[in-house]
């Protein structure tokens, strides 16, 4: 089988606009970087998730409903070993080499393409979409799996709760209230969705 390739822009060029830990709100600066497509490659994932020069690119979709938000247990068979057991509310995950519109629209829309399919894998979502906007970035280098990755935050909302997990990495699906998750599952949220949780009201 070949290997996964994924895309990732080096740490240097992605930091050029300055350096941020933890959620930045908005973030035009840093999205323009990632989405020139001559900033970016596809590298070997394995290798990738132990270079801390490189940072691996990832949609991070939170679904909301009124005052409530999507969150799940990532389950045994997440493909991320390090967040096994960890609660999250952000959907999302690599942008492969095998999505065929890389090939076709550099940039943004790849990037985009590459989300809508990384959703589709992950759920099921039976509710008209109210709106769905990129607010900002995360940048964790407190983690192992942070000092890797960096997240594009989007919000996307739903008219009715209406998700349906198609994986099984995805155990015990709900919809809970923001102060809810911040009040009784601090200490097990991964740290992308704390960051997200925490700023809540900004995004």
Not at 24 to 48: D, H, K, Y
Request: charged share 25%; net charge negative; proline share 6%.
């Amino acid at each position: 089988m070949p290997e996964e390739l994924v895309m990732a822009v080096p740490r240097a060029v992605l930091f050029e606009p300055g350096y941020f830990q933890g959620l930045q709100v908005g973030g035009g600066a840093w999205l323009e970087t990632i989405f020139e497509p001559r900033n970016s490659r596809f590298l070997p994932r394995a290798a990738a998730e132990e270079n801390p020069a490189w940072k691996q690119v990832i949609p991070y979709v939170i679904l909301a409903h009124g005052d409530t938000v999507f969150c799940y247990r990532r389950g045994q068979r997440s493909t991320e070993t390090r967040l096994r057991a960890l609660h999250s509310v952000g959907l999302g995950g690599h942008i492969r080499h095998t999505d065929d519109s890389l090939f076709t629209a550099p940039g943004r829309a790849a990037y985009d393409a590459a989300l809508e399919r990384e959703l589709t894998e992950e759920v099921e979502i039976g509710a008209a979409v109210l709106s769905d906007t990129l607010v900002g970035l995360i940048n964790d280098d407190t983690t192992p799996v942070g000092r890797v990755h960096i997240g594009l935050v989007h919000i996307r909302r739903l008219a009715a709760p209406a998700v349906r997990p198609r994986e099984q990495k995805i155990a015990a699906p709900r919809f809970a209230t923001v102060a809810d998750l911040l009040g009784g599952e601090t200490a097990e949220l991964e740290s992308w969705s704390r960051l997200c949780l925490e700023k809540w009201e900004r995004l």
